[in-house]
């Protein structure tokens, strides 16, 4: 990996130069758009559905794993109970336990 170094400048980008860098990118886009209107719809709908789609299975992912935790904590509970009903566990320590 290459060693950083401190730059000792200042650096800066002219709100006129970004601003016409924005303007020409809207302005193509734009054009492109008017001049074929499917492929820029299906571009627009494949983006939005890629998105889409990362944004579902991130979900997912995260619901299985909520489920997963949910599972253990259901063993847990379900140890803690018997444990108590059982006499191996105090009541003390069971209300500790379930918190």
Known sequence: MPKRKTCESTHYVRSDYLEQVVLTDIQRITAFSKADEATFTEAL???VGLSTR???EALTAQLERIQKRT???DILYRRVYEDSALGNLGTERMLKLTR
């Open 54 to 56: 990362q944004a579902s």
């Open 45 to 47: 709908v494949e983006s």
């Open 71 to 73: 599972a253990e904590l």
